[in-house]
């Protein structure tokens, strides 16, 4: 079924690799609810772009010819407010993480990420604006981060939540669950819901990691954290 363009979710890319944007262009293209409407190879490209287009979405790589990513970003939020500006590299730096979200970006992403979770970023920060930033680096970037802010008390789940996430990180399946927990897969998809609404998740991996970023259960492997 098509969408209509004026529900269309606009994304402009911004890297100076043209088999990248190529990759993500064909990638976002099989996703009837985005349409990629520009492309940059460069800092003042970029701007130009977004100035011209307004997209609701522009993914930027860090290191393009011009000015550097925070002044491209901080320029770009200045044009074009509206723009949610999703950061994607290949570094795994946790100053430069908090360095680009304080300049406005609402979602840092290593471009090892998977296809899904891309995917569901950028359709997350455009349906769900007011969550909290996307994150996904390395565990030891979000340990580090962690380590700069303020520690909360407490966790937002309930005990029963908790059941299933850990369930949930041992790969077992809604069926799996329930069977598990005595409870009917209707009652683990609710659970779910909740989970993901609490911990302002994306996805089954984007809960995994954000719960285990925030120490609510014990790190499964030494993939990358994606919350």
Same mark, same amino acid.
């Given at each position: 079924?098509?969408?209509?363009?004026?529900?269309?979710?606009?994304?402009?890319?911004?890297?100076? $690799?043209? #088999? *990248?944007?190529? /990759?993500?262009?064909?990638? +976002?293209?099989?996703?009837?609810?985005?349409?990629?409407?520009?492309? @940059?190879?460069?800092?003042?490209?970029?701007?130009?772009?977004?100035?011209?287009?307004?997209?609701?979405?522009?993914?930027?790589?860090?290191?393009?010819?011009?000015?550097?990513?925070?002044?491209?970003?901080?320029?770009?939020?200045?044009?074009?407010?509206?723009?949610?500006?999703?950061?994607?590299?290949?570094?795994?730096?946790?100053?430069?993480? $908090?360095? #680009? *979200?304080?300049? /406005?970006?609402?979602?840092? +992403?290593?471009?090892?990420?998977?296809?899904?979770?891309?995917?569901? @970023?950028?359709?997350?920060?455009?349906?769900?604006?007011?969550?909290?930033?996307?994150?996904?680096?390395?565990?030891?970037?979000?340990?580090?981060?962690?380590?700069?802010?303020?520690?909360?008390?407490?966790?937002?789940?309930?005990?029963?939540?908790?059941?299933?996430?850990?369930?949930?990180?041992?790969?077992?399946?809604?069926?799996?669950?329930?069977?598990? #927990?005595?409870?009917?897969?209707?009652?683990?998809?609710?659970?779910?819901?909740?989970?993901?609404?609490?911990?302002?998740?994306?996805?089954?991996?984007?809960?995994?990691?954000?719960?285990?970023?925030?120490?609510?259960?014990?790190?499964?492997?030494?993939?990358?954290?994606?919350?």
């Amino acid at each position: 079924m098509s969408i209509p363009v004026r529900s269309q979710i606009r994304v402009c890319l911004a890297d100076d $690799h043209n #088999l *990248l944007r190529d /990759g993500i262009r064909e990638m +976002l293209s099989t996703e009837p609810e985005f349409a990629v409407v520009g492309e @940059a190879s460069s800092g003042p490209e970029a701007l130009a772009m977004v100035a011209r287009l307004r997209p609701e979405v522009l993914l930027l790589d860090v290191e393009m010819p011009g000015p550097g990513a925070r002044a491209v970003i901080r320029q770009a939020r200045q044009v074009a407010p509206e723009t949610r500006v999703i950061v994607l590299t290949m570094h795994d730096d946790p100053d430069m993480v $908090h360095e #680009l *979200l304080e300049a /406005g970006a609402v979602a840092y +992403l290593l471009k090892t990420i998977l296809r899904d979770d891309l995917i569901a @970023a950028v359709r997350s920060v455009v349906r769900r604006p007011s969550q909290s930033v996307l994150l996904a680096v390395s565990r030891e970037t979000v340990e580090r981060l962690d380590r700069q802010k303020p520690r909360t008390t407490g966790t937002p789940l309930t005990a029963r939540e908790l059941e299933v996430l850990r369930l949930i990180a041992e790969a077992m399946s809604n069926a799996q669950i329930a069977s598990r #927990l005595f409870i009917t897969e209707a009652t683990v998809k609710r659970h779910l819901t909740n989970i993901y609404a609490k911990l302002h998740a994306v996805s089954r991996v984007d809960a995994i990691r954000k719960a285990t970023a925030a120490r609510l259960i014990k790190p499964m492997d030494d993939h990358p954290t994606v919350f």
